[in-house]
Each structure stands twice: as C-alpha cells, then as structure tokens.
C-alpha cells in the first residue's frame, strides 16, 4: 500500500520561510504527478501546488509567487518551499499522487498521511 510521509512544518513569524518534503512509499505506480494540498480548521482541503512528473507546475492564486513546488522522480518525492508567508497559510499540508482528468487534478489515493503542520504566526 501506498504511504506518504510529510515533513518539515512548524511554527513561523510572518515572512518566514519553510520547506515541505513528502515521501511516496510502497512503490507507487508510475506517477503522472503529485500535490500539496492543505487544510486549515474548518475549512475544506484544498489544492495549493502540483507538479507533473515532467516538471509542469501549477499553482493555486494565492500561492503564486510565493511557493515552489519540485520533485524528485527517483526517490518519489515532492517538496514545497514556502517564502513570505502568511497567517492564512496555516494549515495542516498533506501531499498525494495526482491524475488529471481532463479538467482538473485528482487525488488518486483517497487516504491523506499524517501530514505536517504549518503555523505561521507572531
């Protein structure tokens, strides 16, 4: 079975900067692309960044110019760096493999890992 493995949150004043790192274990099928996304109290998961396994990147509106998404194809992973950040990025941030489906992105898996929380606070 598929597990991801999130890592690298915490606690942040406003401004800071954080890298986010997830690890596909389990052997994965060929990966067409993976994602963050995250979660805040209250509020509904959302999408936040991808990346396809070609590099093509994607980015959710306030995000942009803000966060970095990469991947490691060899070693299933993907991280996030985040600069500038905000008090509305605090969130729980989980990562999953993606299919697109013509018209948006995906989850393929329908179970999240434990994630890593993101505080962002002075």
């Known amino acids: 079975q598929v597990q991801f493995v999130e890592s690298g949150g915490g606690l942040v004043q406003p401004g800071g900067s954080l890298r986010l790192s997830c690890a596909a274990s389990?052997?994965?099928?060929?990966?067409?692309?993976m994602g963050w996304y995250r979660q805040a109290p209250g509020k509904q998961r959302e999408l936040v960044a991808s990346?396809?396994?070609?590099?093509?990147?994607k980015y959710e509106d306030s995000v942009k110019g803000r966060f970095t998404i990469s991947i490691d194809n060899a070693k299933n992973t993907v991280y996030l760096q985040m600069n500038s950040l905000k008090p509305d990025d605090t969130a729980v941030y989980y990562c999953?493999?993606?299919?697109?489906?013509?018209?948006?992105?995906?989850?393929?898996?329908?179970?999240w890992g434990q994630g890593t929380q993101v505080t962002v606070s002075s």
């Open positions: 999953n493999i993606l299919n697109f489906n013509g018209m948006a992105y995906r989850p393929v898996y329908d179970y």
């Open positions: 389990g052997n994965p099928f060929t990966i067409y692309a």
């Open positions: 990346i396809t396994s070609g590099g093509t990147t």
